[in-house]
């Protein structure tokens, strides 16, 4: 049983050392929004940015208000109000009696067949005069250079589309737990430093903004081709690869920012439509993700305390890269890096979001998302 667990401890460590190395290494050689030139005037072609706003009223204000002050000379807002019932629909209008840039499209009805935000992303799209798309979030902020930076960063790598990091306006203990270790599990599972190469099935879509060419968009089915499909960001990201185009991704936490969940308690809430999805509404891969997380990022804290030998000496160096990771995320996230000793708590959090995603999706057969339920069977039929 001891060589049992020498090998176990060992494997995680081996897997924690390589899989840091290459992500360190990945993500070294993303490039940064704000390092970035400007394009000129000249060389700025059409933008149409899209969003899509259920039920947005305490954050849309503000977003929209950074949307509407682009230093960019050829672009326009599409604002899709899908069926909210609170002020938004008054926001909406209100900011389009002062800003011509501004286009307001109102849901009242969701067609079957259809999820909300790919619908209403459809409809947005369909308004739209742009040569190139950017979808992004109603409660999502741009810095006022954000178009000019990221149309250099797409056209001087010959990228059909450019998915952007944003940065999390993070408060609190369990929110910065929670969201800190969200991000590292994103990249070490996702490697998205690997979109941009096209020997690699690898893909990204990021919610709070992507840049795309309308042709590409076009060719690739657009969000029709998304219709039922939960994680559509992501999945947008995949369609573009999946077609052949080139794909990429920046970092704009200083110019993109957004205040994602409230608390730990809205983060496990909001997370239980997407978990299962991710997985393709599989069973044994949620399972598998469970188990993964736990044995990569707890159970080498156990081993610290209750293994012997070897074992605990493997079990101690896949804890202090787990830790060393964590804290440079962290750092990232402009939050203390002791927020990397909280490592094996959010990794239980994480483990508790899947499971919980996983249950609740199977209890009730289907999902609720943004008011209405979608059956289990329809969203994995429509799963791309």
């Not at 067609?111 to 109603?138: C, I, Y």
């Not at 944003?166 to 369990?174: A, E, I, P, R």
């Not at 270790?181 to 990249?187: A, R």
């Amino acid at each position: 049983m001891h060589n049992f667990w020498t090998a176990l401890f060992g494997t995680i460590a081996a897997i924690w050392i390589v899989q840091s190395v290459r992500a360190i290494h990945g993500m070294l050689h993303v490039p940064y929004l704000e390092q970035t030139a400007p394009v000129s005037d000249s060389e700025a072609p059409a933008i149409s940015i899209i969003l899509a706003a259920r039920d947005e009223a305490d954050k849309l204000r503000e977003a929209l208000a950074t949307l509407l002050a682009q230093d960019y000379p050829r672009y326009e807002v599409v604002a899709v109000n899908d069926r909210s019932r609170d002020a938004t629909g008054d926001i909406l209008r209100e900011f389009s009696r002062t800003s011509n840039r501004l286009k307001v499209i109102t849901i009242a009805q969701l067609p079957p067949g259809w999820l909300g935000k790919p619908h209403a992303l459809t409809r947005g799209t369909q308004q739209a005069s742009g040569e190139w798309l950017v979808f992004t979030d109603a409660d999502v902020q741009f810095a006022p250079d954000v178009l000019r930076r990221a149309m250099r960063m797409a056209t001087d790598r010959k990228w059909d589309h450019l998915a952007l990091f944003s940065g999390f306006d993070l408060n609190g203990f369990w929110e910065i737990t929670t969201i800190t270790f969200f991000c590292l599990g994103f990249i070490f599972g996702n490697e998205p430093w690997l979109a941009s190469n096209p020997r690699s099935a690898r893909y990204v879509g990021i919610g709070a903004f992507q840049l795309l060419r309308r042709s590409v968009y076009d060719a690739v089915g657009g969000h029709g081709a998304l219709a039922m499909e939960v994680v559509e960001d992501m999945k947008l990201g995949k369609l573009v690869k999946r077609g052949g185009f080139t794909s990429g991704l920046g970092i704009a936490t200083e110019s993109i920012r957004l205040r994602w969940y409230s608390g730990a308690g809205n983060i496990v809430r909001g997370l239980t439509k997407n978990m299962f999805a991710a997985t393709g509404f599989s069973l044994p891969l949620a399972l598998g993700g469970i188990l993964l997380t736990l044995a990569m990022s707890v159970l080498p804290f156990v081993g610290v305390v209750l293994a012997s030998g070897w074992a605990r000496i493997f079990a101690g160096l896949a804890a202090c890269v787990a830790l060393a990771v964590h804290a440079g995320v962290a750092k990232r996230a402009k939050v203390s890096l002791w927020y990397g000793l909280t490592h094996p708590l959010g990794a239980s959090l994480f483990a508790y979001i899947i499971a919980r995603s996983t249950v609740v999706t199977l209890a009730r057969g289907g999902i609720v998302w943004r008011g209405t339920f979608y059956r289990l069977k329809e969203l994995r039929r429509g799963s791309v």
